[in-house]
């Protein structure tokens, strides 16, 4: 097993260096930042093997995808489930899924599981579950966490939710995420980098006040569950300063409805790279 | 704007043909050049794109829609959207519809709103924009249970006229969170039921819980499975085609509250086939509308 472990970590190691800090991006890069492997608890998911995956998002030049787990939404063994994430995207990742390590603050001990996602696994960022595992975003728990994290370089992806709160089954519900309290938490917290996932018409919305706040403290955000037509374009009219990466939230979702938000859009060729790949490049690089 | 020009604008043949855009030179064609071209129907749309009039709002629908290869666009509704409208209200939104229809004729068909607590006021609007107007389908939202009795005469007259209904429909917390007089598709396959034959279109099948809706509608051979208007949830367009047969789902965006590609994305995503795939884009709402489309002499 620590062989495993350790050729997994030198295989995520060597991947990650090809996206190294400040480096430019690759001609033809394009990361989506919100990929899952395991099963979500209510759907059945295409993805039966990780080479399944990549075949799917290279297919669609897709160059990196960063990969949480499903498992570390519900399993108490969150360190398993972060090795096993760990150990499959390197023997199966083909150098494009790089893994994001589940933390749950309110678990004892939590702050060695992070500790092993950055020394052990060599990750370069962390996801959380806030409302499936019990803690709001104003919790001194979670401040903790992200004071960590920034002092270990580590990006933290925020899940304000998984699935639409209206369809959830009744025996496994969860309120969105409140982000509102990041806005004022992450200007005291030195080289915090913090990107939001499925935010969400709570969030994306373009006159959102939250948002122009969430933006002027330097989060980022995703794409998969921005809607509306022509959403990106939109969005950006009215916040050119938005750091909006590309996100598919797959294989819940259908990957190629966030794809086709690319071609719905009027982007200038500079908002087209920064989607695919400069805003994700920067949240990975030191403050 | 005619076909030819349509293909002609559509992003996806440009970006699949030209090196304008170096960014995108690494993703491969897709989808394949059959779909592409296909010039894709919708069956559920909003005109509230902002705009200081309803066509100039209805352009930048068009702008979207063309570059994600959407041809046509039934449009119903238009705002503010109001659950319960008055007479008054539901024609004037409907009268947004019918501005809309004089520019756009060639891109847009026409669903009624109406309201069946207002039954008899529903009827004569029935009269004023589908038999005597230009419209060719009933859009019923959330004023009354469709199961309800009162739903009944606009249902014969719709059948009279070939209008074609899309009624909305969501399972909200296993109906729980619904409206007071939101539909579920049960409510749906009752009404069905009571008219055997007349085809209907289930709007958004449910919604999130979309794996309860097409169980719904499965036994009700007239009721279509309208794919849009909740997230891209994986397995949905695969479960439909899979209880349903292809021929009786539909492809809907649900725009502006969606946006086209969320819902494009989940049909040219889905793993089925493609010719199942160009009967839930196109064919099969242009064969659910040919009767009113005849009746209207619009040939599409």
């Known amino acids: ?287 | 704007m005619n076909r030819r020009r349509f293909l002609q604008s559509s992003a996806l043949l440009a970006a699949a043909g030209s090196t304008a855009r170096p960014v995108a030179a690494a993703t491969p064609a897709w989808p394949g050049e059959d779909l592409r071209k296909l010039g894709y129907w919708d069956i559920h749309a909003h005109v509230g794109t902002p705009g200081p009039t309803p066509a100039k709002r209805m352009e930048a629908l068009v702008r979207a829609a063309d570059r994600v290869g959407v041809e046509r666009i039934c449009i119903c509704m238009s705002p503010p959207w109001q659950n319960e409208p008055t007479p008054e209200q539901f024609r004037r939104s409907n009268d947004d519809v019918l501005a809309i229809l004089k520019e756009w004729s060639a891109r847009a068909f026409g669903f009624v709103y109406l309201n069946p607590q207002h039954t008899r006021a529903s009827l004569d609007e029935l009269e004023r924009c589908v038999a005597d107007g230009p419209m060719i389908g009933i859009k019923l939202w959330v004023g009354l249970h469709c199961n309800a009795p009162q739903l009944d005469p606009i249902v014969r007259r719709a059948a009279e006229l070939d209008a074609l209904i899309l009624q909305h429909t969501w399972i909200k917390q296993r109906g729980k969170g619904n409206l007071p007089g939101e539909s579920t598709p049960m409510d749906l396959a009752e009404l069905s039921a009571r008219h055997p034959g007349v085809p209907m279109v289930c709007g958004h099948t449910g919604g999130g819980d979309w794996a309860l809706g097409i169980r719904a509608i499965r036994t009700r051979p007239e009721l279509h499975a309208d794919l849009g208007g909740g997230d891209p949830v994986y397995g949905e367009v695969e479960m439909a085609v899979r209880e349903l047969g292809a021929s009786r789902v539909l492809y809907g965006s649900d725009v502006h509250g969606r946006s086209f590609a969320s819902q494009l994305g989940r049909v040219l995503g889905a793993d089925i086939s493609d010719a199942d795939k160009k009967l839930i884009l196109r064919e099969n709402l242009r064969r659910l509308l040919q009767p009113a489309l005849k009746r209207k002499g619009i040939k599409a």
């Open chain 1, 1 to 287: 097993m620590f062989l495993n472990t350790a050729a997994a970590a030198a295989v995520v190691s060597a991947g990650l260096r090809a996206a190294a800090p400040n480096a430019p991006a690759p001609a033809g890069a394009f990361i989506d930042t919100n990929v899952s492997l395991s099963h979500w608890a209510v759907r059945r998911s295409w993805v039966e093997t990780p080479a399944l995956l990549v075949g799917k998002l290279r297919g669609h030049g897709i160059t990196s995808a960063w990969v949480g787990s499903f498992e570390g939404v519900l399993h108490s063994d969150i360190a398993g489930a972060n090795e096993r994430l760990a150990t499959a995207c390197a023997r199966d990742g083909a150098g494009v899924l790089q893994p994001f390590g589940t933390i749950n603050p309110t678990f004892p001990d939590w702050e060695d599981d992070l500790r092993r996602c950055h020394e052990v696994h060599r990750m370069r960022g962390l996801r959380l579950y806030p409302n499936y595992h019990g803690y709001t975003l104003d919790d001194a728990r979670f401040r903790h966490l992200v004071e960590l994290a920034a002092r270990r370089g580590l990006l933290v992806q925020i899940a304000l939710g998984i699935e639409d709160e209206r369809s959830q089954n009744p025996g496994l519900t969860a309120a969105p995420v409140a982000a509102a309290p990041l806005a004022d938490l992450l200007g005291g917290i030195r080289g915090a980098r913090v990107m939001l996932l499925n935010a969400g018409s709570r969030v994306l919305g373009p006159v959102n006040p939250l948002l122009k706040r969430l933006v002027a403290a330097g989060v980022a955000f995703e794409i998969a569950t921005l809607e509306g037509v022509a959403g990106i374009e939109v969005l950006l009219r009215a916040n050119p300063a938005a750091r909006l990466c590309f996100g598919s939230h797959t294989p819940y979702f259908y990957f190629e409805s966030a794809l086709l938000k690319l071609t719905e859009s009027e982007l200038t060729p500079a908002q087209r790279q920064a989607l695919r790949s400069g805003h994700a490049l920067a949240a990975l690089a030191p403050a």
